[in-house]
């Protein structure tokens, strides 16, 4: 929906492509970017006055290949998502490790989680674990007992671009954001990062990214 609502404000969306390297002026500035299309095979370059990485969990490897550092420490979270509504008010739970939890309707359905553990794997191929499903179900029976009776329809996995922090359990890390400004911090301008943060508070931070 976002990427469409800014097609219809002339922004040129590009799908199934990959950031190959950056391009550079003579001067070291990040002038734009060599895209593939992963479809075709064909490579372009874009070129831009600024280049911003918003590329989630990938972003440390985005920035590498412009010559930038950026440190993450990736947390994989998964939620259930249930045929049906199991209520129509969010309810909150505890899990056995005492991490707050959570049931919510989303439109005709009931989305339920969400786990949180550090990744150290292929950010291309989540699964959804056993134990992961089994940690979810257990905490959301206790506030609504009869709760494993409602079918799952399917699990979502997603790995969240968390600032490195270390020393910390998972869902201690901040959950705050940074805006990077690579020229100032790694000698490489026209070139920024976005990373950290929340998908449900995403149009602060694409805000606040846009007025840097």
């Known amino acids: 929906a976002n990427a469409l609502d ?13 950031v190959v390297s950056f391009l550079k002026d003579a001067s070291g ?7 593939r299309d992963r479809i075709r095979g064909e ?19 985005t920035a590498a290949l412009a010559g930038a550092t950026v440190r993450l420490r990736p947390g994989k ?4 998502v249930f045929e049906r509504r199991v209520s129509n008010l969010a309810v909150y739970a505890k899990g ?8 919510f309707p989303h439109e005709q359905n009931s989305m339920a989680g969400t786990t949180d553990d550090d990744f150290y794997g292929d950010l291309d191929r989540l699964d959804v674990t056993e134990d992961e499903i089994a940690y979810v179900l257990q905490a959301m029976e206790r506030s609504l007992p009869g709760f494993r009776r409602h079918r799952i329809a399917h699990a979502i996995a997603a790995v969240r671009p968390t600032l ?8 201690e890390l901040s959950r705050d954001y940074e805006v990077f400004d690579h020229g100032a911090r790694d000698g490489v ?17 694409a805000e606040d990214a846009s007025d840097r």
Not at 8 to 18: G, I, L, Q, S
Not at 164 to 171: D, L, T
Not at 189 to 205: E, M, N, Q, V
């Open 164 to 171: 490195y922090g270390f020393g910390s359990y998972e869902e």
């Open 6 to 18: 800014a097609a219809e404000r002339r922004a040129f969306v590009r799908t199934h492509t990959e």
């Open 77 to 80: 979270g998964i939620h259930l």
């Open 29 to 35: 500035r990040v002038c734009g970017a060599r895209v």
């Open 43 to 61: 490579e372009h370059d874009l070129e831009a006055r600024q280049t911003l990485n918003a590329t989630g969990p990938w972003a440390d490897r």
């Open 96 to 103: 056995i490790d005492g991490r707050d939890m959570f049931t």
């Open 189 to 205: 301008p026209g070139f920024w990062t976005l990373a950290g943060g929340k998908l449900a508070a995403y149009r602060l931070l």
